[in-house]
Structure formats: C-alpha cells, structure tokens
C-alpha cells in the first residue's frame, strides 16, 4: 500500500496542471505522511489547503505530530486549535482527559478544552468477572440514563474490542428484553429500534446520548503480541490508548465502562476515582 502511494505522490508530482484549486482534508491524523503529501499535491499551493486534526484521536496511523504538520507545511501563524466541546458533558470530557493526560499518547496541544455547557453524572466505572450480572448492570444503566436524559432507548450503544465479543453482548441483551444488534459502522442507521453493538474502531466519528465501553481486562485491552520488542510494545500501548478514549468519548449524555476485577486492564488500573464512579457489585 505504501508503494502504491508513493507511485501516486510521484505521478501527481509530475504533473504540470494542479487538477484542484483547493481541498479540504478531515480527520488527517489517520493519513500517513505519504498520503498527505500526495493530497498536498494536488493543489497548485497550499493557501488552498484546509485541514482538520485531531492527534489524541490517531488510531491508524504512528507519529502524527503536530509539529511536522507545521514544519512541513508552514503554517506558523495560521492554524486555530478548536477547544470547544459540543458533544460531551463536563463530567465526560474530564474523564476522557484523564485516560490519555501525562501519557505519551495524548497531545496536550488539542487535549485540553473549554468547560462544556452540558452536565451530567461521572462516568461510571463497573469491574466485574460474571457477564450475566454485567448484562443486567449495562441494562439498568441504560433504561436510567434514557429516563433521565429523556432519549429513547436505542439511542445507546455497546463498544467492545472485537466482533465476537459484540455478536456476544447483542445476544444476552436481547435475551434481557433490550433488543441489541451487532452492526459495522458503515451499516449503522442510528435511527434503527434497536440498541447498537459495534467494535471500538467503527464506533469513530459517532456519537451517541449512551455508551457502555466493555471489554477492559488484561490482555484484551490492550492486546499486546509479548513477541514484539518493548518499543514496539509502547507503541502499540499507546495506539490502543487513543482507541479507548475515543470510544469513551463517544458518549454524550452517560459512560459507563466495564472491565474485569480480577484482571483489570491497565488502562483501568490509571484512571482516577475522582473523574469515575465506582459501581459496586
């Protein structure tokens, strides 16, 4: 794939007419740097160029740096960091800062931001080993946050860390009476009557009033190869950390999260009891 981008880049370089006058490029964090200098090229100059990133929320791509971004193209003096929250409540931005805060996975520069005008209650945090009382705790949460926030029940969603998991989860809430579906995130249809169970990396550039994020034990999340050298390792730690907070972040109006009690996930083990509330089970 990257020769093939490469090859692209030198065709567009060639070229002696630009075949666009301006382009607009979102969500750049998860294009390589070939990928974005082939787009760069195919304007005549880059004072048609717009584009919006957001490094904390980098899933597919390593080391996008803002600083590159500046360096190569230039644009000291031009660019605007956008801190205002639209979607989340208070209590949700502040926990998603703290996945990511004094970790090498978080860009200070776009993780700090203004205080949002929605409030709500803590994320709430659930460690728990037997998936039938988890099921039940995820419904009550649900059906409490639907009553409060006065949205309707398929407005909610299930994230897990892989397609089995959420085939898994659909299954049992549906047997709870709350009829749940599996769905990518290029087949969703957020008006559908039911409540959506998708893996972490569809739920990206969604948003929904509720969101359970399962699947926080050790060795699920992060899924680590221990073959891998530990610079590697780090890397991948990281990656799987921005992968976290984005699905956290997800959630407008309520969060909850589960992990394991007897294996919690490092990413758990770091959060501040402060910003989550512990639920007792």
């Keep these: 794939m990257q020769d093939i981008s490469l090859q692209a880049l030198g065709v567009v370089n060639q070229l002696s007419q630009k075949p666009y006058q301006a382009i607009v490029i979102d969500e750049a964090q998860d294009l390589s740097p070939v990928s974005l200098r082939f787009l760069l090229a195919l304007v005549p100059d880059l004072s048609g160029v717009y584009l919006t990133a957001d490094a904390s929320q980098s899933l597919y791509q390593r080391g996008f740096s803002w600083k590159q971004i500046h360096s190569d193209l230039k644009v000291a003096g031009r660019t605007l960091v956008l801190k205002r929250n639209y ?42 080993d037997n998936t039938e009382q988890e099921i039940r705790a995820i419904k009550a949460f649900f059906i409490t946050a639907a009553k409060k926030f006065r949205f309707p029940l398929h407005g909610s969603a299930v994230l897990c860390p892989s397609n089995q998991a959420g085939k898994l989860y659909a299954e049992k809430l549906t047997k709870l009476g709350l009829k749940a579906i599996f769905v990518s995130g290029k087949e969703i249809n957020l008006k559908a ?18 969101v359970v994020v399962v699947g926080l034990k050790a060795g699920q999340l992060p899924h680590i190869n221990l073959q891998i050298p530990i610079d590697e390792s780090n890397i991948m730690i990281n990656e799987q950390k921005r992968l976290f907070y984005v699905a956290c972040s997800r959630a407008m109006r309520a969060l909850m999260v589960c992990g394991s009690a007897i294996s919690p996930s490092q990413f758990v083990q770091a959060l501040n009891n402060v910003y989550w509330e512990i639920v007792p089970n």
Excluded at 105 to 110: K, N
Excluded at 193 to 210: N, Q, R, W
């Design 87 to 128: 979607r989340n409540t208070q209590q949700i931005i502040t926990a998603c800062i703290n996945i990511l805060e004094g970790t090498e996975a978080g860009d200070s520069e776009c993780l700090y931001q203004e205080p949002s005008n929605h409030q709500g209650d803590l994320p709430s945090l659930l460690l728990i």
């Design 193 to 210: 009557p039911y409540i959506k169970v998708l893996t972490l990396h569809s739920a990206k550039g969604l948003e929904f009033p509720a």
